[in-house]
């Protein structure tokens, strides 16, 4: 298995893919979501390429642990031949729920945090184990309503799914600057209650402000905000491997590639 390091990799998005595969710039590690790669050839093969070179981490975005009707199996095997020819050592995906009977609804729901749905994502959750033969990041969303019907916060709700499934977390620090804006709660206090312990990966992204609203689009620089949390949460957490994320409006790779020499300075500064 590829050995992860503690420095921050770029999410590498189609059109950057044959531009990598031919300049082979530094960077830390690669992660990609495998939607896009199983069922395109051609991009498989270029980066199996990049995998005897790079580390490669998997971000799911069609594994709705969250969904009332249950896992996609043939998706998720469809993965896990994924992971296992790029030896992948991380999986990930979202606690939120994106499928409605056969509808795939490209967006990433929200959760009511209750007994009820612990129970059903925690089922999930040691299915999609089982079938990836590895433990599974979950990450904390970024979120713009909440339900009455939650009886948890949603750090108490990620630290008893860890406790009933033995998956790991993958915190995304801009994730907790939009949620915490839109939800009105405070930022750092959620940093200190996340189960830090179960912590595998950090993800840092781009916000749109809308009105008194922070999207979560992907498609802008890292905002000031997230960049001192992030450094608030690695003197916490302490060193771990970081993601740059950007889908939309995708700029060079050059861009990204700076984002993430910006993210280890941080690091480096900041985490013990
Ligand atoms: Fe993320």
New binding site residues.
Partial sequence: MTRFPNTTGVGLRLPHLTEMVATRPPAGWLEVHPENIVANPHAAELLIELSGGYPISLHTVGISIGSAIGIDRSHLKRIRALADRIDSVFVSGHLAWSTYENEYLNDLLPLPYNEETLQLVAAHVHEVQDTLGRPYLI?NPARYVGFRSSTMTETEFLAEIVQRTGCRLLC?IS?VVVSAHNMGYDAHRYIDEFPADAISEL?L?GYTPEDDVLIDTHGAPIAERSWDLYAYALRRFGPKPTMI?WDNNLPPLTALLAEATRSDEVAHANAC
Avoid: S
Wanted: proline content about 0%; cysteine-free; overall charge negative.
């Fill in positions: 990450e995304d994730n993800h992204g994320e």
